[in-house]
């Protein structure tokens, strides 16, 4: 099992950037595929971006070129680099882990991303 804690979020002017942090417990990180994805108020979750346990990544068509998705194994800890922010990136961030090889993913409670326009 591993636990997530996010930061990083905050109040941000449209055009902005902002570094989100997720960071993982255990000693297993480099055996999970690690995923963001985002809930805005009454919306349902949607996908963000990941990174596979390989350095694979993939990204929502809605942020790619903007946002960047990266795992640092050593410190257990993936990020996400959002740049040229628009309020419509405004929502609740989550991290979400899921181990090779099964379906089960872990969640954090989210940090709050909020873009001004």
């Known amino acids: 099992q591993v636990q997530l804690v996010e930061s990083g979020g905050g109040l941000v002017q449209a055009g902005g950037s902002l570094r989100l942090s997720c960071a993982a417990s255990g000693r297993t990180f480099s055996n999970y595929h690690m995923n963001w994805f985002r809930q805005a108020p009454g919306k349902e979750r949607e996908f963000v971006a990941r990174?596979?346990?390989?350095?694979?990544?993939y990204y929502a068509d809605s942020v790619k070129g903007r946002f960047t998705i990266s795992r640092d194994n050593a410190k257990n800890t993936v990020y996400l680099q959002m740049n040229s922010l628009k309020p419509e990136d405004t929502a609740v961030y989550l991290c979400?882990?899921?181990?090779?090889?099964?379906?089960?993913?872990?969640w954090g409670q989210g940090t709050q991303v909020t873009v001004s326009s």
């Open positions: 979400n882990a899921v181990l090779i090889g099964t379906t089960t993913g872990y």
């Open positions: 990174i596979r346990s390989g350095g694979s990544v």
